[in-house]
C-alpha cells in the first residue's frame, strides 16, 4: 500500500512563494501518475497539477505559470513549486497518487496567503 505524507505549507504573503513536498512510500507499482489537488472551504475539489511517471504534466488554468510540479523517482518524491501566490490560492492542498482501484492520498497541508 502507497502511503503519501506531504509537508511544506504555511502562512505567506500575497506574492510570496512556497514548496510543497510529497513523500511516497511502498509499492509504486501501480502507479501512473502522482499530483496535487487543493479543497477551499465552500469550494469544489480543484485538481491543481499532474504529473506522470515519464514527467507529462497538466496544470490547472488558475495556476499556469505560477506553478511548477516535478518528482524524483528515484526519492519517490513530488513537489509543487508555487509562486505569486494570491489568496485565492489559500486551500488544504492534498497529495495524490493515481492509482487503478485506490484513492490514495496524504493527509493535507494547509497553505494560507493572505493579502
Known amino acids: 500500500q502507497v502511503q503519501l505524507v506531504e509537508s511544506g505549507g504555511g502562512l505567506v504573503q500575497a506574492g510570496g512563494s512556497l514548496r510543497l513536498s510529497c513523500a511516497a512510500s511502498?509499492?509504486?507499482?501501480?502507479?501512473?501518475?502522482m499530483g496535487w489537488f487543493r479543497q477551499a472551504p465552500g469550494k469544489q475539489r480543484e485538481l491543481v497539477a499532474a504529473?506522470?511517471?515519464?514527467?507529462?504534466?497538466n496544470y490547472a488554468d488558475s495556476v499556469k505559470g505560477r506553478f511548477t510540479i516535478s518528482r524524483d523517482n528515484a526519492r519517490n518524491t513530488v513537489y509543487l513549486q508555487m509562486n505569486s501566490l494570491k489568496p485565492e490560492d489559500t486551500a488544504v492542498y492534498y497529495c495524490?497518487?493515481?492509482?487503478?482501484?485506490?484513492?490514495?492520498r496524504g493527509q493535507g497541508t494547509q497553505v494560507t496567503v493572505s493579502s
Open positions: 495524490y497518487a493515481d492509482h487503478p482501484t485506490l484513492d490514495i
Open positions: 511502498g509499492s509504486m507499482r501501480s502507479i501512473n501518475a
Open positions: 504529473i506522470s511517471t515519464i514527467g507529462t504534466t
